[in-house]
């Protein structure tokens, strides 16, 4: 790739957001994993911008002191473990979420698309993500001190996170700042489809009908997995 083509495709990730359909063109022309990569790095950075973000407010009880998560020795562990999993929501979600996808649109009888080209093709609909991730953060910022009778973080028992539970709905969940993030989740997750039906589309041509059809069956398969299998499939 020349300079001029790496630097397109690392901005491919936030192209897709301003403007999909045109973007999602261009990708499927040239599915790029470099821009892929770019991607999956801009998700762990938000995402743990986000951590960031709530360890800030979490406060701890040590040796009967107040201590914030931050400097509590605990949140580098933390974030640490939260990153991996993150990576391995990640891909789990994406591998079955386009594999789905794929499946669909045989069944449909759109054929002669191969697996790997519309695998990273799907993988720009995760560009949301981020856009949910920074948004997350700046809400969580204005969000009071959380103290917590808690010396341990995450929370490893039942006892435990019954207390981070009654807190947070006592301290956090009546907020304004707590009651947009819900609404954002909600609004991102139909971004998801949105973007998951233009990058179908993009990828044959596909009527936006079908392709909004197969996009939104798709999500419903990966929803309803979730419900039963002991993966995450949401991201």
Do not use: C
Request: glycine share 2%; aromatic share 14%; hydrophobic share 55%.
């Amino acid at each position: 790739m020349t300079a001029h083509q790496r630097l397109v495709a690392i901005a491919y990730p936030f192209r897709v957001i301003v403007s999909p359909l045109k973007a999602f063109k261009e990708i499927a022309q040239n599915r790029s994993v470099l821009g892929a990569v770019v991607l999956f790095a801009l998700i762990l950075v938000t995402n743990a911008a986000s951590l960031y973000a709530s360890a800030s407010k979490i406060i701890l009880t040590i040796d009967e002191s107040p201590v914030s998560l931050l400097a509590s020795g605990m949140f580098s562990d933390f974030m640490l473990t939260s990153s991996a999993e993150t990576a391995i929501s990640f891909f789990t979600i994406w591998f079955v979420y386009a594999s789905v996808l794929f499946l669909l649109m045989r069944i449909l009888g759109e054929k002669g698309e191969r697996w790997l080209p519309f695998f990273i093709l799907i993988s720009y609909v995760f560009s949301v993500f981020i856009i949910r991730a920074i948004v997350t953060s700046i809400l969580i910022s204005t969000l009071p001190d959380l103290p917590l009778d808690l010396s341990k973080w995450p929370p490893a028992t039942i006892e435990d996170y019954t207390v981070y539970t009654d807190k947070f709905n006592a301290v956090w969940a009546p907020t304004l700042a707590s009651q947009v993030t819900t609404f954002v989740f909600l609004i991102v997750y139909g971004w998801f489809i949105g973007l998951s039906a233009v990058a179908v589309h993009a990828s044959r041509e596909i009527a936006w009908r079908k392709a909004l059809m197969i996009s939104l069956i798709a999500y419903l398969v990966n929803f309803t997995l979730s419900l039963f299998l002991p993966v995450r499939l949401i991201f």
